[in-house]
């Protein structure tokens, strides 16, 4: 999000007119900012690249690339909307968490309904969709945050987080009783828990201080998982335990 809290967004769509309306709509917004608008994909890349945006409008029938490919290959997609005129697409653009499917022609009513809904889904924290309440922040038995997964906003209370392990684009957080898989990286993550709770130990994982039953120079014992620690973690880990 830019610092005056708009919604910074890219418009993808290789035909002019439906560009034109697109751009009409956001501009009509107040709390959305148009960063750039692109005819193809190869210039929807090269904005992503080198400017932040928090949602994009993109196009599926597009020529060289279809949007929902063009998708695929980014590993750290903003948000997006799916604009389309056929609506046998719509599978495919839920099934990579799109926040909506607009159909052709768009009617105001409708695109605003798709951006209410980003609202909703808090697109400010969108580099960090994990969000900690701030009733309770300093006692961790209360503190709880919101973790995006399958589609929904799970409820995940901190005490209950045994430990965290990155899996490339995702993360896995495994508690006491069930185990949640989110689009998040592991150290956006991390910014998002009580840095005296919980440690680094490893490029891939996370540990809950409180949960740690047994370790070594290289292991972690926590329930029944063994965590590794790796040498370039290991002296704040040590240090961590010591306070």
């Known amino acids: 999000m830019s610092n005056d809290k708009r919604i910074v967004c890219l418009a993808v769509d290789d035909e002019p007119p439906a560009l034109q309306v697109i751009e009409k709509y956001i501009t009509a917004i107040p709390s959305l900012q148009l960063v750039a608008s692109c005819s193809n994909a190869v210039e929807a890349l090269t904005v992503l690249q080198n400017t932040h945006v928090d949602l994009m409008f993109l196009d599926i029938q597009m020529p060289h690339i279809f949007g929902t ?7 750290n997609p903003p948000k997006v909307i799916f604009t389309t005129a056929f609506r046998k697409y719509a599978v495919d653009g839920f ?9 052709k022609p768009i009617s105001f009513e409708r695109f605003l309904k798709a951006v209410n809904k980003v609202m909703r889904l808090n697109i400010s924290t969108v580099e960090d969709s994990s969000k900690i309440s701030l009733a309770g922040k300093e006692n961790l038995e209360d503190s709880f ?22 899996l490339k684009d995702y993360i896995k957080v495994i508690t006491k009783d069930k185990t949640i898989i989110a689009k998040q990286s592991i150290s956006s993550f991390e ?11 490893h490029r891939s ?17 926590i329930s029944k998982y063994e965590i590794p620690i790796s040498r370039s973690y290991r002296h704040e880990f040590e240090k961590a335990l010591k306070k």
Do not use: C, G, H
Request: glycine share 0%; proline share 2%.
């Open 191 to 201: 910014e998002s828990l009580p840095a005296d709770k919980f440690i680094r130990v």
């Open 69 to 75: 490919d063009f998708m695929r290959t980014l590993s």
């Open 205 to 221: 994982f996370i540990i809950a201080v409180n949960k740690i039953d047994s370790f070594n120079q290289e292991l972690v014992q």
């Open 145 to 166: 945050i919101y973790l995006r997964a399958d589609r929904k906003n799970i409820k995940l209370l901190l005490n209950d987080i045994l430990f965290v392990e990155s």
């Open 95 to 103: 099934e990579l968490d799109a926040v909506d499917y607009l159909l």
